[in-house]
């Protein structure tokens, strides 16, 4: 019987693909835990972008939808108006409490009367500030899963449709993981504008005041006779959230163009931790990229020492 034996080139060859398979097992188990790792750190930067997007989309929604209905049925939205300041007149002259500390119970009658001013649409108003390239849909009340999804008004403030007297309150969150919302609303500085669209009525307000102040201080939301408020409540400092950051704004004419900037889709909005992220990411990715080059080509130094 005779036996035969592979030849030195076979047998290389065997060795040669048995150190491949033993390089690429201690590559895959690494480099699939430092993909998962790079998926979860950037999974925030991608939920807040895409809800961002539905946000703005809302409130683009909510814009042309207002247009369609002025142009369609504007007996409707007139008197949803009329209905609207005739709220503001009989029922804003009570204590305005801070948004986060005072809850509201949905069973009460007036909050339930409130609920059906300026309703019936995908939010009940929208608020764009170019400033920081935010345009957002405002909805009734601020529960904690109205202001995951957007701005929130104020019970107990008028509805922002304008008007001598009357000061609007409209409240939005900053430091939630998954959307940008008023993360830059501390950006903003006196002079800037802000733009109110209710119900077809286009309102354009200006920032003549910025102030940090304790959650229980809120006088200066309470109206002022002759003039026409708005302020925007947001959380401050960022991920802390002891004070509250209000920026009050008052009624100017909406001037010829202004409709323009109104009716503008927005754009993306990236912020430093996001930047912070991607860098980081691209950073891992490209020593990820050069570990697995280097241990291959040792590998390789090793398999040809070998045959």
């Known amino acids: 019987m005779s036996t035969t034996f592979p030849s030195g080139r076979a047998g290389g060859r065997h060795r040669t693909a048995a150190v491949k ?27 807040s972008q895409w809800n961002n997007h539905v946000q703005r989309g809302v409130a ?69 500030i170019p400033a920081i390239n935010s345009k957002l849909p405002v909805y009734h009340g601020t529960d904690e899963s109205t202001l995951q999804k957007g701005l929130g008004h104020l019970f107990g403030s008028a509805l922002p449709i304008g008007g001598e007297g ?68 947001t959380c401050t400092p960022y991920g802390i959230n002891s004070h509250r950051l209000l920026v009050h704004a008052e009624r100017v004419p909406f001037d010829q163009g202004d409709e323009d900037i109104v009716s503008a889709t927005g754009g ?17 990715a490209v020593g990820l990229t050069w570990w697995i080059r280097r241990t291959l080509a040792g590998e390789k130094e090793k398999s040809d020492e070998q045959n």
Do not use: C
């Open 60 to 128: 683009q929604q909510y814009h042309d939808i207002m247009e369609e209905q002025k142009a369609n049925e504007p007996e409707f939205i007139q008197r949803s108006l009329v209905d609207a300041r005739v709220y503001n007149e009989e029922h804003t002259d009570g204590p305005i409490l801070d948004p986060w500390l005072a809850r509201v119970s949905k069973d009460n009658g007036e909050y339930q009367h409130y609920l059906s001013q300026l309703s019936g649409f995908p939010a009940m108003s929208q608020v764009t």
């Open 268 to 284: 993306w909005t990236m912020q430093w931790w996001m930047w912070l992220v991607l860098a980081v990411a691209l950073a891992v």
């Open 166 to 233: 009357m000061h609007s309150v409209i409240t939005g969150h900053t430091g939630i993981t998954n959307a940008t919302l008023w993360d830059n609303l501390i950006d903003v500085k006196e002079g800037d504008d802000v733009y109110v669209s209710t119900f077809g009525e286009q309102l354009k307000y200006k920032v003549y005041d910025i102030e940090t102040v304790l959650p229980n201080e809120t006088d200066s939301l309470k109206a002022q006779e002759g003039r026409d408020l708005l302020t925007l409540v």
């Open 21 to 47: 398979q033993s390089a690429l097992r201690r590559i895959v188990v690494p480099a699939l835990l430092v993909v998962l790792g790079l998926i979860v750190m950037l999974y925030p930067v991608v939920a």
